[in-house]
């Protein structure tokens, strides 16, 4: 008999059911299978891009800590220092001298002309002889006048003797025997001091004294003297006692009457008169501190008084006369004015040249009527930054410049925070890029007023020596030594930092974690752009570690940037550079007027 067929109906329907779920099951599992594999890949790629940028960041530190930080270290060593005042201005000659001649000569012929060398023996020009001969006539006249007068006052003479005007004691003597009247009268404002009334005085406090009291008063050697208040004003009490033995500024000790320390004080003389003169000399001394005199004694007998007051005076204008004398006679034995200086005329004077109120036919022309020729107008064209600074005396006209030919000047402009830093004599480092030159000058002379008032700028003068190739307004760029310190221990500038509490260094530096230590506190001195003096807080030998500038590489990482972006200009120092280059232009304008004329 057969199997039943429902039953295996049934069992097959069981069987395609659990076949399917195995199916379905295992779709699952292969999915999931997969999204794991999926997200473990996905953290994988992302741990990777992390370490990735983890490396990409600590190369780029390292990259900006080796290049933008750039650490350093320095010694502290010994070495001179220099600070410095820099600045800069054209140059020009320096040297100039210059030929003046009186005003009453007329200049004849010129032998020169501008651009010739000569040498101090080479005549420049010649005077008319007319001009000079009544020059001379002047003079010898005046002369004659004042020999004279001289003779009317050499009876006058002042008295030998110099005497009491009144009766006194003798406190103080100045003189001594051989001392010039004039000069102890001068130092000391007497020659004697008397006493005029007996007393000295002092003053203490009030302390319940009242005018008429007496008092006790006690020298440095316990020495008593009876005293008296004179007076009490202002909560001081006057005090008098005897001159015959105290002298001025001694000290004592002022008492009451029942011997209880008032004060201490010194004592002056109460009436003094003081004995005065003016001329001669102490031959000898007739009276000694402390001795009573009498008006009309005789207290000082001097030498060479047989002169008056007005015999020196003429005595001086006599000197003066002979002196122009001299110069007309040497002009009239050498037959003309000469250079007296080898050198390359710069200037000179013309005697063809005409005023418009000049319209005669007499070539010979006096140097008075021209004396704006020479620069001393300043309408003149030839007037320049030499003749300007050197005024021609009274009385005389300028007729050449001459130039040595061997210095050269800038003329630097200072600002006003530096100029008291510069004195004459100081050194300068000079430098001309245009010609390659390095030298040293010295400062000659500084301007006592600013030449740009607006901004506080001064000039100062640099003279160094002349080369062949220098031309006058060059540029030349100048530091001024200011102050120097020889073996000081010093360490680099760019060292040290500054904090609320003060200058400070570091003396230790750690390469792997970039960190610097070791602060210490210091005490500076001297200091300029590269070294900076240690007074305190280091000693020779020592390191120190800091972070110098941005190097090039990092500034090709970071782009470069230029000085109009970094630097801050500094507004003194513009001014400066705009007033020297003002100067510099003015000096080869006047050179270019020069060579045209």
């Known amino acids: 008999m057969s199997e039943n067929p429902v039953d295996e109906s049934r069992n097959s329907t069981k069987s395609n059911t659990e076949l399917i779920k195995m199916q379905r099951d295992l779709r699952k599992r292969k999915k999931r299978k997969i999204i794991i594999i999926v997200l473990i890949s996905v953290v994988a790629v992302f741990a990777l891009i992390v370490f990735l940028i983890s490396m990409a960041m600590n190369a780029i530190n390292d990259m900006i800590n080796k290049t933008y930080l750039n650490v350093e270290q320095a010694q502290v060593t010994r070495s001179d220092l220099s600070q410095y005042v820099e600045s800069g ?126 008092v006790k008063v006690f020298d440095k050697d316990g020495n008593e003297y009876k005293g008296q208040v004179s007076r009490v004003k202002a909560g001081k009490a006057q005090i008098l006692v005897s001159d015959k033995v105290l002298m001025p500024d001694d000290k004592v000790t002022v008492k009451d009457e029942n011997n209880n320390t008032i004060a201490d004080a010194q004592v002056q003389i109460n009436k003094p008169l003081s004995i005065t003169g003016y001329k001669g000399t102490v031959k000898t001394i007739k009276c000694k501190a402390g001795d009573k005199v009498k008006a009309g004694d005789v207290l000082l007998t001097l030498s060479d008084t047989k002169i008056s007051a007005d015999y020196d005076s003429l005595l001086k204008q006599r000197k003066e006369q002979e002196d122009i004398l001299n110069e007309y006679l040497k002009i009239y034995k050498e037959g003309g004015i000469f250079a007296g200086e080898a050198g390359v005329i710069k200037t000179i004077y013309d005697p063809d040249a005409k005023t418009e109120e000049d319209n005669d036919d007499d070539m010979s022309m006096n140097p008075a009527d021209y004396a704006d020729y020479m620069g001393q107008d300043t309408g003149s064209d030839l007037a320049n930054i030499e003749d300007e600074e050197e005024e021609v ?205």
Do not use: W
């Open 393 to 597: 005396e009274a009385g005389y006209t300028r007729v050449a410049r001459i130039s040595p030919n061997t210095t050269f000047a800038a003329n630097v402009g200072i600002a006003e925070k530096d100029i008291l830093k510069i004195k004459e004599g100081m050194k300068a480092k000079i430098e001309i890029e245009a010609i390659d030159y390095k030298g040293e000058g010295k400062v000659t002379e500084i301007s006592d007023e600013p030449s740009d008032k607006q901004n506080g700028i001064y000039t100062a003068t640099i003279e160094f020596e002349k080369t062949d190739e220098m031309l006058t307004g060059m540029y030349a760029a100048v530091k001024i030594e200011v102050n120097s310190a020889d073996n000081v221990l010093s360490v680099k500038t760019s060292a040290i930092r500054k904090s609320g509490n003060g200058e400070f260094v570091y003396t230790e530096y750690n390469s792997e974690t970039r960190e610097f230590g070791g602060m210490v506190y210091v005490t500076t001195g001297l200091s300029n752009d590269d070294f900076t003096e240690i007074k305190d807080g280091l000693k020779e030998g020592d390191t120190v570690y800091y972070e110098s500038d941005r190097s090039a590489m990092s500034d090709m990482m970071y782009g470069e940037e230029t000085s109009e972006e970094t630097e801050e200009e500094d507004p003194a120092q513009a001014k400066i550079d705009e007033h020297n280059a003002a100067i510099a232009s003015m000096e080869a304008e006047e050179s270019d007027q020069g060579e045209e004329q």
């Open 89 to 214: 201005g054209g140059i020009g000659l320096a040297d100039i001298s210059f030929v003046d001649i009186r005003n009453s000569l007329e200049v004849d012929e010129v032998f020169v002309e501008e651009g010739d060398k000569v040498t101090a023996d080479t005549m420049l020009m010649t005077v008319t002889e007319s001009s000079l001969m009544d020059a001379i006539s002047q003079v010898q006249g005046k002369i004659d006048s004042l020999d004279d007068s001289i003779a009317d006052v050499s009876d006058d003479k002042i008295s030998g003797k110099v005497k009491a005007p009144l009766e006194g004691r003798v406190k103080l003597i100045y003189c001594k025997e051989e001392d010039s009247v004039a000069d102890t009268v001068c130092d000391n404002g007497a020659l004697i001091v008397l006493s005029l009334d007996g007393k000295m005085t002092c003053d203490v406090p009030e302390t319940g004294l009242k005018a008429g009291d007496q």
